[in-house]
């Protein structure tokens, strides 16, 4: 049955449009295709100024490794993690390293020349290309068996409202970057319709009761189960933002850079909503690529929750002779791990619509930064930590490269959804091919 077909389906039962996002994925409704949409999914999560090596990287190469004290929160997930060390952006041009880094990091090639003056002699404008996820959502979209309602989604956690290159990750193409969403509430509004009014917030599923009550008896047992799930989860994320948003921290919340428009303190809250409505919209099969920018290049975010009152951007920049500095970093870095093991937990605990084993079996998802080490600005051994599993790559290991180009690893993403690009931004560092030992 092709989407146009279930949708008609739907209609003929007087369905409305406001429940399509709760009933599209169904396998009942899809009939034999469902079993032919093989479910591949990217996630892209991003943390920024580098990491402290000595904490992150395993001393071991192989499958017989140690997850250091920044990885610790991955070890229920050790036999499905990937680390990949020496893999470099060896892209050049203008702009700082934290420029060139966050804008190279996703499309692989040069920062075009610009007005943005950084800590270079060269100031730099966006990046020249399009970035890895909409080349594979580009790629996705083509295909009705892997066509999806929004192609891709792009979530946010305290990114700054002003676009400089520090700020953006995603490209559609030379020049135009995209925002992501970091309003949970903005998110909900996206992926269930907008709500009558924001601050007495009435509940979707109410509106939606009668259709859902006339699809039920369409559908199997199993999917009726599935349906259930769905609409649980939705329900609980309406809670979680309505507490949010009502809640008085009872005094004023500091700013900690001009443009952010969330609340510092309120960062693990916002991660936790955002990763739920990521699970939700993978379930409800709305996208398949997404990606989780946390803060930006450069970020400034203060993690008050774990003691720690400076600002990871000045943390970074500390010699490694300050241990203090360099245990906050680590702290902070567990913290994002500890964000992406969350991820993984919601995955893996969520059932494949279809049955066809959990989510987290057909999603990979990549961690990454723009720098290898903050007080050296570095672009070498940038982080890829991936988790996760579908794309054919074999997990579980620890791997050391000798300064290969990162443009190698995005041409492997995009071949593990069977999209054989031959490059990838920069042509200079793409002739040995995808990156070796993957699989």
């Known amino acids: 049955m092709t989407e146009?077909?279930?949708?008609?389906?739907?209609?003929n039962l007087g369905v409305g449009a406001a429940a399509m996002p709760f009933l599209m994925g169904l396998p009942s409704l899809s009939f034999a295709q469902a079993q032919k949409r093989k479910k591949q999914r990217l996630v892209i999560l991003f943390s920024p100024d580098g990491v402290v090596p000595?904490?992150?990287?395993?001393?071991?190469?192989?499958?017989?490794?140690?997850?250091?004290?920044?990885?610790?929160?991955?070890?229920?997930?050790?036999?499905?993690?990937?680390?990949?060390?020496?893999?470099?952006d060896r892209v050049k041009g203008d702009g700082d390293n934290h420029m060139r880094g966050i804008g190279c990091l996703l499309t692989g090639t040069e920062l075009f020349p610009g007005n943005v003056q950084g800590g270079s002699d060269t100031p730099a404008g966006w990046a020249s290309g399009l970035s890895i996820?909409?080349?594979?959502?580009?790629?996705?979209?083509?295909?009705?068996?892997?066509?999806?309602?929004?192609?891709?989604?792009?979530?946010?956690?305290?990114?700054?409202?002003?676009?400089?290159?520090?700020?953006?990750?995603?490209?559609?193409?030379g020049n135009k970057p995209i925002a992501p969403v970091d309003d949970p509430y903005l998110m909900f509004n996206k992926l269930y319709g907008q709500m009558k009014d924001q601050e007495l917030l009435q509940s979707v599923l109410d509106e939606l009761r009668d259709d859902i009550v006339k699809v039920r008896s369409q559908i199997s047992k199993a999917d009726q189960y599935l349906l259930e799930e769905h609409l649980t989860l939705v329900r609980e994320m309406e809670k979680d933002i309505q507490s949010a948003r009502k809640h008085d921290v009872g005094h004023a919340v500091p700013k900690i850079e001009p443009g952010i428009r969330r609340h510092n303190d309120n960062i693990p809250k916002i991660s936790k909503l955002q990763i739920d409505l990521m699970v939700s919209a993978f379930l409800a099969d709305s996208t398949r690529i997404s990606t989780l920018q946390y803060t930006n290049?450069?970020?400034?975010?203060?993690?008050?929750?774990?003691?720690?009152?400076?600002?990871?951007?000045?943390l970074s920049h500390e010699p490694d002779s300050n241990k203090e500095a360099q245990e906050k970093l680590t702290k902070i870095n567990k913290?994002?791990?500890?964000?992406?093991?969350?991820?993984?937990?919601?995955?893996q605990e969520t059932k494949e619509p279809d049955g066809t084993g959990t989510l987290l079996d057909n999603t990979m998802i990549v961690w990454t930064n723009e720098l290898g080490k903050g007080n050296s600005h570095t672009l070498d051994d940038i982080p890829f930590v991936m988790v996760g599993?579908?794309?054919g790559f074999k997990m579980?290991?620890?791997?050391?490269?000798?300064?290969?180009?990162?443009?190698?690893?995005?041409?492997?993403?995009?071949?593990?959804?069977?999209?054989?690009?031959?490059?990838?931004g920069n042509r200079d560092f793409c002739g040995k091919g995808v990156l070796h030992d993957l699989s």
């Open 4 to 11: 146009s077909s279930r949708r008609d389906f739907l209609r």
């Open 54 to 88: 000595e904490t992150f990287w395993p001393d071991e190469v192989g499958s017989n490794f140690t997850l250091k004290e920044s990885l610790k929160p991955l070890e229920p997930f050790k036999d499905r993690t990937l680390l990949l060390r020496g893999v470099c």
């Open 133 to 173: 996820d909409q080349e594979i959502k580009a790629y996705l979209q083509k295909s009705e068996a892997t066509r999806t309602r929004f192609g891709s989604l792009e979530f946010g956690v305290m990114v700054p409202e002003h676009a400089d290159t520090w700020t953006r990750m995603v490209y559609a193409g």
């Open 297 to 314: 290049s450069v970020g400034q975010a203060r993690f008050t929750w774990l003691g720690i009152g400076e600002g990871q951007h000045d």
């Open 335 to 347: 913290w994002y791990c500890e964000q992406l093991a969350y991820l993984c937990k919601r995955l």
């Open 389 to 391: 599993g579908g794309l």
């Open 396 to 424: 579980g290991r620890s791997l050391r490269y000798d300064r290969v180009p990162h443009n190698r690893l995005l041409m492997a993403l995009a071949h593990g959804f069977g999209h054989r690009i031959t490059s990838f």
